[in-house]
């Protein structure tokens, strides 16, 4: 009789032993081409309340979730989508946002994943089949193992943000998922949670009272990864609805608004006011000029960029021709096509002939008076070097003039020819998505403000991005309230000095009139 009880047992159990299944590996990602960007995934953060949250269980087990087992596991989950160009981690454990910022940077990526464990344990969830179980406990029959199957299962909860390498404000998916253990129970016999030798009343009675360390451990050993299983599945498919969708979106307003969660902003700002000829004399504070604009460019309300990684700012000495044609090409390199780049020159303009014409050309410290054809920075070269960039959006900012002019100006004093408009915009090739904001017509000169050390159009031109020509009160500028403000303000203000400043746009289109500050 014993024996046939014992059978039943065994029958009524399933007479399993032992068997979880791992998760299933990540399927190919789909047929689409990837989405040309690159993510950085930054190291894991763990919530440090997390072991205080289930001390009884963790106490035993020593249970606590590895971030860098997470890390490895979320970047498999991605590549195997198939959303991105590359998915690769960046920075080591612990190390600051700025840091993983800064390598992300170093290493051409484009978005940042960064993900931290809010709650991770385990949790009993009671038995499969109490009718096998009495009968075992009711007929006496050891070993304990023989308890029927028990339900177990991972709770984890983790709040995920995915940006920009710049945009921190305003991410494409910001999320806290979390799995509950019911979500992803698994059923665990004895063998499983490593029960063996067990032969006390406890563990027939209350299987989860009698559990040591090396049963939490087992546990958290098959349940675990089916709770990381679920929490990518969660995080992937909003990765496909709320950021692969709406890139690939044909409505340009979801398009738009995505990309500009995702877009770089890059700029080259020079400026010289002294030059390595004496004969060329001064660039009438020109370096300072330049440097105001990056110092406003470094805010947070103006792009927030970092000199040396997306600021490129050469003043005087350092900025000369090929210091400039330089800056630029390394720009190119890290642009990607959805960025923009805002490019800044100030100095002294002037017009040179070459092959019987006369073209614009901007004076660099390294520019030689003797030699100005062959030593000046003409528009054109300028033009062809910005039409290598990748970027769509592109704004080109010429704090200088090329017409003659009495008193403190941008221009060389007396230039071979007055220039036309539409001789500078011939010689900046400027495609769709481009602009050009010079300071003045081509004809004017450009002025310094008396009795202060910046040049009219420059200042008039940081209070415009500082918030200034932010007509409707939205809280940001856009490039077109810029071009407004900046032209009326100028040309207001020369009037009152006694003379003639007009800036000139060149090439605003939809694209270009996109920039704006904020982001």
Known sequence: MRALLFLCALILSGCRFSG????PPWPAGPAAAPLPYRVAVAPVLVDDGIAARHARVAAVSGSAPDPELLRREAIEAL???GAFARVEARGRPGAAPERVDA?????????VLELEVVDHFQEYLGHSNYVGWFVVYATFVWPAWWVPVDHYGGGLTVRARLRGVQARAEPLLERTYQVRPDEVAQELTPSDRELAGFLDWGALWNVE???????WRAIERAVAPHARRRLWELLLADVRQRVVAPLRSERPDER??????VRKRLAV???????HDDALGGGAHAADDARALAALFERPEAGGLVEGRDLHVLADEQATRAAVLDAIAAVGSRASPSDEVVVYLAGLGTAVRVDDEDEAALLLHDARHDDLPGTALLLRDLGQALARLPAERLLVVLDTSFGPGP????TLAGPAAALAEDGVARALALRPGGAALLAARPDQPARVLPGAQVGLFGEVLRAAIGGAADRDGDGRVTLGEVVEYTRGAVAGRAALEGFEQDPVVLGLEAGAAGLGWPR
């Open 256 to 261: 738009e608004d995505a990309l500009r969660r």
């Open 20 to 23: 979880v299944a791992p998760p």
């Open 269 to 275: 700002v020079a400026g010289a006011s002294t030059y």
């Open 79 to 81: 590549r195997a989508a």
């Open 209 to 215: 009272a009698s559990l040591g360390p090396a049963n």
């Open 103 to 111: 390598a992300a940077w170093d290493e051409g990526d484009d978005l």
């Open 407 to 410: 008193g403190p100006t941008r």
